[in-house]
C-alpha cells in the first residue's frame, strides 16, 4: 500500500464518518421537529384552540377565568352590538392577527403555568387596543373631545364608562 492509496482510504473514512454524523443528527432534528409539532397539535386540541378563531363570544368563556367577563358582557350595553374581538382586537386585519397571536401565547402560557391573576386583568397594550376600538366606533361622537395635538392624552374611554363593555365589573 502506497501513502496515497493510505490518504484515500482515511479520506473515505472522514467522509464516510461525517455522512453517519449528518444522518444521526438529522434524524434527531426530524425527531424533535416531530414531537414538536405533536405536542403542539394536541396543547391546541385540548386547549379547543380552532374555537379561538372566530368571533363567538361563548369561546372566551372556554377559560373559567373568563365566566366573569362573558356574564357581564351579556349584562351590558354593548352586547347587541360588539362582540369581545370588536372591542378587544385593532381593527385592522395584520393588528388583529398580531394581537391575537401574541394574547394566545400569553394566555397559553400563563393558564399552563398556573401564573395568571385571578380575576384576569387587561394589560396596558390591551388597553391602548381597547381605547383605539372605542374612538373607532364612536368618532362621530368623540371626534370634538379629541386633543388638537395627536400626541396628546385622552382620557381613557372606560374611565368614566366601566360598564359599557362589562357590566357590574370592577
Known amino acids: 500500500m502506497t501513502v496515497a492509496d493510505d490518504t484515500a482510504t482515511v479520506s473515505d473514512q472522514q467522509r464516510a464518518s461525517r455522512r453517519g454524523l449528518v444522518f444521526w443528527f438529522s434524524l434527531v432534528l426530524v425527531a424533535m421537529f416531530g414531537i414538536l409539532i405533536g405536542v403542539g397539535a394536541f396543547t391546541f386540541g385540548y386547549g379547543k384552540g380552532w374555537s ?3 368571533n363567538n363570544p361563548t369561546t372566551c ?4 377565568v373568563m365566566q366573569g367577563h362573558y356574564d357581564s358582557w351579556q349584562n351590558s350595553s354593548h ?4 362582540v369581545c374581538n370588536d372591542c378587544h382586537l385593532p381593527h385592522n386585519h395584520l393588528g388583529a392577527l398580531l394581537t391575537e397571536a401574541d394574547n394566545g401565547f400569553n394566555h397559553s402560557l400563563a393558564f399552563t403555568l398556573e401564573n395568571f391573576h385571578e380575576p384576569i386583568r387587561i394589560k396596558p397594550r390591551n388597553k391602548r387596543v381597547t381605547q ?3 374612538l373607532a366606533c364612536h368618532a362621530d361622537i368623540v371626534h370634538q373631545m379629541l386633543p388638537e395635538d395627536p400626541k396628546g392624552e385622552v382620557l ?3 374611565h368614566c364608562h366601566s360598564d359599557v363593555g362589562h357590566a357590574l365589573r370592577n
Open 61 to 64: 368563556a372556554n377559560c373559567h
Open 156 to 158: 381613557s374611554c372606560v
Open 132 to 134: 383605539g376600538a372605542c
Open 79 to 82: 352586547r347587541h352590538v360588539a
Open 52 to 54: 379561538y378563531l372566530s
